[in-house]
């Protein structure tokens, strides 16, 4: 069984696609629903999960994407987007964090299909500085967020983001890349 797979059946089949039964085996039947998804999305119907029908099948999954009472998504807690200067200078949230934001890293997170690492979320004035950050930067207002994830380059982590409509900068040097709305 390939995890990939299922995670592309779950999708289709979420869509009203018939890929057969959700068990992680690229079958005929699945083969079938890709083409038919691939072809009612405007792309080459060729059967195969690539990049852009991969980005396809996870983007427009934004809006079924829920939140839980206290912000968090199925695979973010809000917690790992509050401010790291662990209470010194403000109690985490100076702001909220952006919705969209919020959903494209979920579907980052869908699309990379393995976890994705926060190592900065919104930040308060203070420790924006502290860490070299612009005067007007997005974390500040909850529109940015610093991120990795194991095992995956940070250029196919930034273009995967850019393919769903983040802006991207990388941090080759540091290992991680800057994903803002």
Known sequence: MNPFIKKVQEAL????????????????????????????SGLSPDGQ???????????????????DGDGSTPHFARAEFACDCGGVYCDGFPAEMNLELLLKLEALRNALNVPVIITSGVRC????????????????????????????????VAAIAESLGLAAILYADRGFVHLAV
């Open 13 to 40: 089949a979420a869509r009203g696609y018939a890929p057969g039964p959700i068990d992680g085996r690229d079958g005929p039947k699945t083969q079938k629903a890709v083409k038919a998804f691939q072809q009612d």
């Open 49 to 67: 999960v690539g990049c852009l029908t991969e980005n396809r099948l996870f983007t427009e999954q934004l809006s079924v994407i829920s939140f």
């Open 125 to 156: 004035p203070t420790r924006n500085a502290e860490v070299g950050g612009v005067d007007n930067s997005q974390h500040l207002f909850g529109q940015a967020a610093d991120l990795y994830a194991p095992g995956i380059p940070i250029e196919t």
